[in-house]
């Protein structure tokens, strides 16, 4: 199996892409129209998407400008080189960003927050290494182990 894409439903589809292209860095990769049920499609990602990378789909319902973003949703992480120079980035670009770049809380990684024009959030991971294994992520890891050697001791 293989992760290719998650759809993030927007109110604005022109909007959406001029964020994710613009502001966020990413490649309009394909879109597609269909009229008789009412909705188009705009697919995005980095170095031309699939198979290396995973994509983004935006669907724009017809006539439907917003939507209710719930209590499940979470985030978008991206890799970042420079967390600190990508919010200026972003910033300079006119994006939103909603938490500055530092470590995050109980953890080393450097992460920052980003919102969409839809109030998507995208999380920034600086990059430690070229493998996401180092990333954000290996703090969680390393909590797992510490709780599963508590346990086990038990």
Not at 13 to 23: A, E, G, K
Not at 35 to 54: D, I, R, V
Not at 103 to 111: D, F, H, L, N, Y
Not at 121 to 142: T, V
Request: include cysteine; glycine fraction near 12%; proline fraction near 3%.
């Amino acid at each position: 199996m293989r992760f290719l894409h998650t759809m993030l439903r927007v109110g604005n589809l022109q909007r959406s892409i001029d964020f994710y292209t613009n502001v966020i860095g990413m490649q309009l990769l394909r879109t597609s129209e269909n009229p008789e049920y009412k909705y188009s499609l705009a697919f995005l990602g980095f170095e031309g998407g699939n198979p290396g990378q995973a994509e983004i789909e935006l669907t724009y319902n017809w006539g439907t400008e917003s939507y209710d973003m719930g209590t499940a949703y979470g985030h978008i992480a991206l890799g970042v080189p420079d967390a600190y120079a990508a919010c200026e980035k972003i910033k300079a670009a006119g994006g939103n960003v909603t938490r500055e770049a530092g470590p995050v809380k109980g953890g080393s990684t450097v992460i920052a927050f980003v919102t969409d024009p839809d109030g998507y959030k995208i999380e920034l991971i600086q990059k430690k290494s070229n493998d996401y294994s180092e990333e954000r992520h290996s703090d969680a890891k390393k909590n797992r182990s510490a709780t599963q050697r508590v346990a086990g001791e038990q």
